[in-house]
């Protein structure tokens, strides 16, 4: 089972979890590789955003490029990155913030803002990493070192294709960085299903899924009418590189500025195209910030 945290209203009003509650969602990160953290991002937010994005994904699926990643159904769509789509409680969500700053230390940063929309009729994605361990041959797995947080718009239920999660995968040492493809041979998953078999999550509208960046998923097949969309940042320390800068309008600049989590982001006044930009990923590993 994942481990939820349920935030209370007292710790929302105060805008911090209790030392309880983060000493939970730490454990869960270092044993599991993934936590929920409940209530703790309005509906009006997903709301807003979930409206924009539908209208969005139109003019993604028309593209003759239309970025499905691994398999048909599984659409990399990028959020509107400009006001009025532009929410605390998601890019700067103090329990999220909490929780990866005591994981990953000072200087922890958000280095990536996308998502994927799961397509009804979607297919089955191979399960993979989005990074695998830092270096070949470890005896144990070292510390995290990025992070993956998770919003949805909707509930994530089986029924709408909540992601498939291999919980404790992140300590296995097999998969790593210097592999030329990120999915996991059917020999190893059959090796792991027998410690800890896989599981879909219901995870309720309004909460935030945090997982390690190198537990095993996969993207599973929407079986509802309805597309399923969910939002993606990667929390870093600052001394892991990346090679591109996230994108925002100038006009957007005081929004990113808080105490703890730096935003690696370019500002512009030139038009940016969400629509267009998006790349898929593949078995490879290549795409997006790959």
Do not use: C
């Not at 003759?64 to 009025?84: K, L, M």
């Not at 958000?110 to 070949?136: C, E, F, I, K």
């Not at 909707?154 to 097999?174: F, K, R």
């Amino acid at each position: 089972m994942i481990t939820e945290i349920n935030v209370s209203n007292d710790e929302r009003a105060s805008q911090k979890m209790t030392d309880a509650h983060l000493a939970d969602a730490l454990r869960a990160l270092r044993e599991d590789g993934v936590v929920v953290l409940t209530n703790v991002v309005s509906h009006a937010s997903l709301d807003a955003l979930h409206e924009k994005m539908m209208d969005d994904l139109k003019e993604i699926i028309a593209r003759r490029d239309a970025p499905h990643n691994f398999v048909w159904g599984n659409i990399q769509q990028e959020p509107p990155p400009f006001h009025p789509y532009l929410f605390r409680d998601v890019l700067l969500n103090e329990f999220v913030i909490q929780t990866n700053h005591a994981l990953l230390g000072n200087g922890v940063t958000n280095a990536y803002y996308s998502g994927n929309t799961n397509m009804p009729g979607s297919r089955l994605q191979p399960v993979h990493v989005d990074t695998g361990q830092l270096w070949a041959g470890l005896k144990v797995a070292h510390p995290a070192t990025q992070v993956v947080v998770n919003v949805s718009t909707v509930e994530m239920t089986p029924e709408n294709g909540s992601t498939e999660l291999w919980l404790g995968s992140h300590l296995d040492t097999a998969m790593h960085i210097g592999m030329r493809s990120i999915t996991v041979p059917e020999e190893w998953l059959e090796a792991r299903r027998k410690v800890v078999p896989p599981m879909q999550p219901t995870v309720e509208k309004g909460s935030m899924l945090i997982r390690d960046i190198r537990l095993w998923h996969r993207g599973t097949p929407n079986r509802s009418d309805k597309p399923r969309t969910m939002i993606a940042m990667i929390h870093k320390p600052s001394w892991y590189a990346y090679a591109d800068s996230l994108v925002f309008p100038t006009s957007a600049k005081p929004f990113f500025e808080h105490p703890v989590l730096k935003t690696e982001a370019r500002f512009t006044d030139d038009p940016i195209d969400h629509i267009q930009s998006p790349s898929a990923y593949d078995y490879d590993g290549s795409g997006p910030n790959k």
